[in-house]
């Protein structure tokens, strides 16, 4: 079955823990990304991946870092985690960065940082 | 990063109701357009990519007017399934989907 797989599904830390989120792709696409989602401010963009080693910021990047070593993997890095980065987060997938067929989205992986 | 707007509702209907949302863009370089659809916690998915020439799915309408950088979606005959949130959407620049903050949709028998 097509679908982006991500880890855990639901996660609760201490302030300053290092943490990571993986996703995983089973789609051969190109393109991935991370949102974080938080009441009253939508889907915002923190990271993507135009392709594999190739990773840029989004809107949201601080607090967060990538990589991109293999097509199909993107985890989703919180060095120092703060009470501010407890949101619902979304790894996505294309086959291209452009494409018309949006994206295919993970189940999400819901952190809360105390 | 320009945005998306959408009314946030919530839109609330009868059974066999016909209902529209609306949403406009801000930028008018963007690339593609569609409408996901989001249950409570759950992910967006896919409801229909949206062109210029209009298109159907079903009881679904979509529609793109580039000129007026305006998007519809027009859900008739409103089944209790159809409760959600719908999240209008522009592929800006091809690095990344711009998201508005939804409508939500809540159908009642």
């Known amino acids: 079955e097509a679908q982006v797989t991500q880890n855990p599904r639901y996660l609760i830390t201490v302030t300053g823990k290092k943490l990571t989120v993986t996703c995983s792709q089973n789609?051969?696409?190109?393109?991935m990304s991370w949102y974080r989602q938080d009441p009253g401010l939508g889907l915002r963009q923190i990271y993507y991946?135009?392709?594999?080693?190739?990773?840029d910021k989004g809107d949201v990047p601080e607090g967060y870092k990538v990589s991109r070593k293999e097509k199909r993997n993107f985890p989703l890095i919180l060095e120092s985690p703060s009470p501010n980065q407890t949101s619902l987060y979304f790894c996505?997938?294309?086959?291209?960065?452009?494409?018309?067929?949006?994206?295919?989205f993970g189940s999400g992986t819901r952190l809360t940082v105390v | 990063r320009k945005e998306v707007e959408q009314d946030p509702g919530p839109f609330n209907v009868p059974e066999g109701a016909t209902v529209a949302f609306n949403c406009t863009y801000s930028?008018?370089?963007?690339?593609?357009f569609f409408w996901y659809r989001q249950d409570c916690r759950k992910e967006p998915k896919l409801l229909m990519s949206?062109?210029?020439s209009g298109n159907e799915d079903g009881r679904f309408t979509a529609q793109l007017n580039r000129a007026s950088q305006y998007i519809s979606l027009l859900i008739r005959d409103s089944k209790l399934s159809d409760s959600a949130t719908y999240l209008c959407?522009?592929?800006?620049?091809?690095?990344?989907?711009?998201f508005g903050k939804g409508t939500t949709l809540s159908v009642s028998s």
């Open positions: 789609m051969n696409h190109e393109y």
């Open positions: 930028n008018s370089a963007s690339q593609s």
């Open positions: 996505a997938s294309s086959p291209w960065g452009g494409s018309d067929y949006g994206y295919t």
């Open positions: 991946s135009m392709n594999v080693e190739v990773t």
């Open positions: 949206v062109y210029s």
């Open positions: 959407v522009v592929n800006q620049a091809g690095t990344a989907l711009i």
